[in-house]
């Protein structure tokens, strides 16, 4: 029985193209600079993302915590939506190792954050108050059901940004499946922007790793930032060779997993005793009716018997990830396993 892995777009496994292009990796000392691989993709995703540095990180959760070091000192403040990844689940890291004050606003059902809310959380300039920083979105936005967020909203952000002497950070785990909805250049959702984060090893299939860009005077800091956290590696050009395929053939297939999500969705939606909510980039997000006695999580086991991995979010609800791995019969095999076990 063939595994259908609808957890999350982490579970993709390399590519033959990556096997390869890791075993054949020209290597170096990278903490010493050393490492013509890394220095490519770092060249690469500044390129593709309109920055002009890039730096390679172990992962989206180190990517967005260098960023924020580098952006914010002790008893700093950031805007931040209170259910981006950053505050759900990364444990809290941006107090716990930087010291910096997170000021949450209200996630809005399309991922954004108020305008007018982001104005009123800036401090003015006041002996009493914390200093704000900086202002992050998201985009997909992960827990908004995988949204995308427009270049005209970035660019609403940016202003205001501006306008107040903040910067701007984008955790862009996901934000080239932001590109392919929206069907832009991914450089539209990053114009103005001072710091974008992106993953390298979710949709577009990298074993490992993620990119932090940055003007050079930032991504400087932000080396010895990740070097003190522990991520300056050494031949580390074997990941980032899987991360160069990913950027030059990975980013252009998205909209295929899109499509999966759209079947799976609609095919979700048919079945008595299931409800699904809309649908945007690859996540689907989907719960039990009140006729379903079962809870989620015996839903979830008897899928996995099945051969079919969802993952359930509470008692009644699930999320879905399409990728690389899935194709329109691994959407069937899932449809058909839901069915059997929903309706018995
Ligand atoms: C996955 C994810 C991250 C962090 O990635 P890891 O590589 O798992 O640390 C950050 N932000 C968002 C929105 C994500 O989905």
């Known amino acids: 029985m063939k595994t259908i892995d609808l957890r999350s777009d982490t579970v993709t496994h390399p590519t033959p193209a990556m096997w390869k292009a890791m075993a054949l990796a020209e290597v170096g000392d990278d903490v010493l600079g050393d490492d013509p691989t890394v220095q490519r993709l770092e060249a690469l995703a500044a390129e593709r993302l309109g920055f002009e540095a890039g730096l390679f990180v172990a992962s989206g959760t180190m990517g967005n915590l260098v960023a924020l070091l580098t952006h914010c000192g002790r008893g700093d403040e950031v805007i931040l939506g209170d259910k981006s990844h950053t505050i759900v689940y990364e444990q809290g890291g941006m107090a716990g190792m930087g010291g910096i004050m997170p000021h949450t606003l209200l996630n809005q059902p399309d991922g954004t954050l108020r305008l007018e809310e982001i104005e009123g959380a800036i401090r003015g300039d006041n002996i009493h108050f914390p200093r704000t920083r900086l202002i992050c979105l998201e985009n997909t936005h992960n827990n908004c059901h995988g949204v995308p967020l427009t270049a005209a909203y970035t660019a609403q952000v940016v202003a205001l940004a501006r ?16 590109a392919a909805a929206l069907e832009v250049d991914v450089r539209e959702l990053t114009r103005g922007v001072d710091s974008v984060t992106f993953c390298l090893s979710k949709g577009l299939c990298a074993p490992v790793g993620s990119v932090l860009c940055g003007s050079e005077a930032f991504i400087a800091e932000a080396r010895r930032n990740r070097k003190v956290l522990g991520g300056g590696m050494r031949q580390v050009g074997i990941l980032a060779a899987a991360g160069i395929v990913a950027l030059e053939e990975m980013t252009l297939r998205l909209d295929a997993d899109h ?15 299931i409800e699904v909510a809309p649908s945007y980039t690859n996540m689907i997000y989907f719960g039990l009716a009140d006729s379903v006695k079962m809870t989620a999580y015996e839903v979830s086991a008897r899928l996995r018997e099945r051969g079919v ?8 609800n699930f999320r879905a990830v399409t990728h690389y791995w899935i194709d329109a019969d691994a959407v069937d095999g899932a449809l058909e396993a839901v069915r059997a076990v929903v309706c018995g």
Do not use: S, T, Y
Request: aromatic fraction near 2%; charge should be positive; charged fraction near 20%.
């Open 309 to 316: 991995l969802v993952l359930p979010r509470d008692a009644r």
């Open 259 to 273: 499509a999966c999500a759209q079947c799976l969705a609609e095919g979700l939606a048919a079945i008595p005793g």
């Open 163 to 178: 306008k107040h002497g903040l910067g701007v950070h984008i955790d862009g785990a996901r934000i080239f499946n932001a």
